[in-house]
C-alpha cells in the first residue's frame, strides 16, 4: 500500500527533470499529500508531456458516486489488467505521478512506526500511476491510483506492499502516447527493477493529514 507521500522539491527542478516546458499552475512544496487530496501527475498528450494536478483516488469514468475514489488510492499491479476498473486504464491513460518520498507505517508492539522511505541516489522519482475522467454536467475530475506491489527485501521488513518506482529510464516509456493491451502493461510492470531504498523514522505527526511542514519529514535519530 502506499497511502502518504511527499513532493517538496522546487517547481524549476521538476520541470526540468522531466522535460516539461510549461510553468505548473498552483504547484507548492508538500510535506504530507493525503488520499483525495491534489498530487503532480505527468501524461503524454501524443505531443508532449503535461504536468498538473490530479485528485488521489481513482474515480472511473462510469462511476455514480465519486466517494469511490477514498477506496481506489492503489491498485495490485498483479491484478490491475485485469479488474474492469483498471483494465482499460493499462492501455491507454497510464501517468507519473511525482514525488521525493513516501511515508509507511511499520507494526510494532503496541503503536504503529512511521518512516520516510526514498531512493538512495536520486531525489525526485515518479511512482506508476493510472488515470481517469469523470464527470456529470456540473463536475470534471481528473482522477488517479498508484500501482503497487509486494514488497521487496528491503521494504518487507517494513510494510507486505510497497508502490512500483519507475526507474528513470523507463518513466518516459509508461506515458509514451501508445495504446498497447493491458497484458501488455502488466508485462511492462512485472518487469521493472527496483532500486535500492533508504528509510528512517519520523515522528507521529505526519499521521494527521492535516499536518504539514518540516516536522513531518524531521528524521527522530
Known amino acids: 500500500m502506499c497511502g502518504r507521500f511527499t513532493l517538496t522539491a522546487e517547481e524549476e527542478d521538476i520541470r526540468r ?3 516539461i516546458r510549461s510553468s505548473i499552475p498552483d504547484f507548492e512544496p508538500r510535506y504530507n499529500i493525503a488520499p483525495g487530496q491534489k498530487v503532480l501527475a505527468i501524461i503524454h498528450d501524443g505531443s508532449k508531456k ?3 494536478y490530479m485528485y488521489w483516488g481513482l474515480v472511473p469514468s462510469w462511476a455514480k458516486d465519486p466517494k469511490i ?8 499491479s498483479e491484478s490491475a489488467h485485469e479488474k474492469p476498473s483498471f483494465k482499460k486504464l493499462m492501455a491507454k491513460k497510464r501517468c507519473l505521478i511525482i514525488a521525493d518520498s513516501f511515508y509507511e507505517w511499520k507494526k510494532e508492539k503496541d503503536y504503529k512506526q512511521p518512516y ?3 531512493p538512495e541516489n536520486r531525489q525526485l522519482f515518479a511512482f506508476a500511476g493510472l488515470w481517469d475522467q469523470w464527470k456529470t454536467e456540473g463536475e470534471e475530475r481528473f482522477t488517479c491510483t ?7 527485501e528491503f521494504m518487507g521488513d517494513i510494510h507486505n506492499r510497497m508502490p512500483v518506482i519507475l526507474p528513470e529510464s523507463q518513466q518516459d516509456q509508461w506515458i ?10 502488466h508485462e511492462f510492470i512485472n518487469q521493472v527493477e527496483m532500486e535500492g531504498l533508504k528509510a ?4 507521529t505527526y505526519v499521521n494527521s493529514a492535516k499536518n504539514e511542514g518540516l516536522e513531518c519529514v524531521q528524521s527522530l535519530s
Not at 475514489?69 to 495490485?76: H, L, P, Q, S, V
Not at 528512517?200 to 515522528?203: A, D, E, G, I, P
Open 116 to 118: 520516510r522511505i526514498q
Open 200 to 203: 528512517y523514522q519520523v515522528s
Open 50 to 52: 503535461r504536468a498538473g
Open 17 to 19: 527533470e522531466y522535460g
Open 176 to 185: 509514451e502516447p501508445v495504446t498497447w493491451d493491458s497484458q501488455g502493461a
Open 146 to 152: 498508484i500501482l503497487t506491489k509486494e514488497a521487496n
Open 69 to 76: 475514489g477514498y477506496k481506489m488510492i492503489n491498485a495490485r
